[in-house]
């Protein structure tokens, strides 16, 4: 489907959809980190089937075969990065200084400072189809990987009924 018409739909029937990575620390004696994957989406109670239709698109169903779009996603999200860099220098120069406090907070630089920009920077110098065609190959196989059902954990916040129907579509 095309962005625009995911992201009218997204608007539609949600109040926010979300992913995010991060790492926490187990509360285990060697303090193993324990890398998350959060995925986020709200809505009304009769938009609910709308939600969790958006939710399967994007996570189970994404494809990364449009190489073009992959390019202006990777682009985008290099910029967004070193606009960061601006904005919130203060917060990454911390996260450099405690990446080796714990073994998540190495995770948590490698995914979101300023090692994920110098990261972003290298793909990013070459775009060329080959190097698209690899970069979709391997976000295919990171996507099967992330949505094996025997590693995720269920969350839903609502009423009693919203949550009972959320539960059971989502088992």
Known sequence: RDFADLSQTISRYTGGLGFSLQARTRFDADQTPLPLLTVTGKSLSRHENQLFDLLNELFLEVSFSNLNRLKQLALEYRAALEAMVVQGGHRLAMSLASRKLTPAAGINEDWSGIHQLRFI????????????????????SLQRRMSRRNGIDIAAIGSAAAVETALGRLR
């Open 121 to 140: 920077k290298t793909i990013t110098a070459d775009l060329s189809q080959e190097r698209l065609e690899a970069l979709s190959d391997r976000l295919d």
